[in-house]
């Protein structure tokens, strides 16, 4: 079965310091793979999707980078973090295509990264 | 781009049936509607798909109109547990352009 991990769970980090979360996804090949951001009490904001390896392509201008240096590997950084950086940040994998199965519309997504930017 | 609304929050109690309706006017011919289920602190979960008419699974329904430009979410005898935020969804991955509502904050009471 497909599993999906990000990690870490919580991160406290002081404005502009550097920031890395990484996802995983095991049990699939080639999936897509999303970075959301949430504000507390908002729904989801689209920041970055990736359909293979180096293809990464940006939905919100900001001082966030997103990475895809293996297959099922998505990774979110910044080097210097802003107060409105703070969120909950959420992986999500689709399959890709057909044959990769799942429903249509349905995103797995991974347990989330709390981070607050103080 | 098909924008999704929805309202900001319902109230019910246990054992009852809980609609929640969206509205999605610019709907495309491709897209599907998705509802999702979120508790504090967790990713959305995958509740419900469909594409028109009605979808029933494990946990809830779907109704969908023949225009396709609203649909409702149903919870069938509601426990507190079910107490969470509902997202509907219009779109496909594909597309990458998910259009995300903002989302229902449902309070079951007992």
């Known amino acids: 079965s497909q599993t999906i991990h990000q990690w870490p769970a919580t991160l406290v980090q002081p404005v502009g310091s550097p920031l890395s979360l990484e996802c995983t996804v095991e049990g699939t090949s080639n999936p897509n793979l999303y970075w959301y951001r949430q504000a507390a009490g908002r729904g989801l904001q689209l920041l970055f999707y990736?359909?293979?390896?180096?293809?990464i392509s940006s939905e919100v201008p900001q001082n966030l980078s997103a990475s895809r240096p293996q297959d099922r590997q998505f990774i979110l950084s910044s080097k210097k973090l802003l107060l409105s950086d703070s969120g909950f940040y959420l992986c999500a994998w689709h399959p890709s295509g057909v044959a990769g199965g799942g429903r249509t519309g349905e995103l797995f997504f991974g347990e989330g990264s709390r981070l607050t930017v103080l | 781009l098909a924008k999704t609304t929805q309202p900001i929050s319902m109230d019910s109690y246990e054992g009852q049936e809980v609609n929640i309706t969206c509205s999605h006017n610019?709907?495309?011919?491709?897209?599907?509607i998705t509802w999702y289920q979120q508790f504090p602190s967790q990713g959305p979960r995958f509740i419900i798909q469909g594409y028109k008419t009605k979808v029933t699974n494990e946990v809830a329904s779907l109704f969908i109109p023949a225009d396709r430009k609203s649909s409702t979410l149903s919870l069938p005898r509601v426990s507190l547990s079910d107490t969470a935020v509902y997202y509907c969804l219009v779109g496909r991955p594909s597309n990458y352009q998910l259009i995300w509502g903002a989302g229902t904050k449902l309070i079951i009471k007992p």
């Open positions: 610019n709907i495309a011919t491709n897209d599907y």
């Open positions: 990736s359909v293979g390896i180096g293809q």
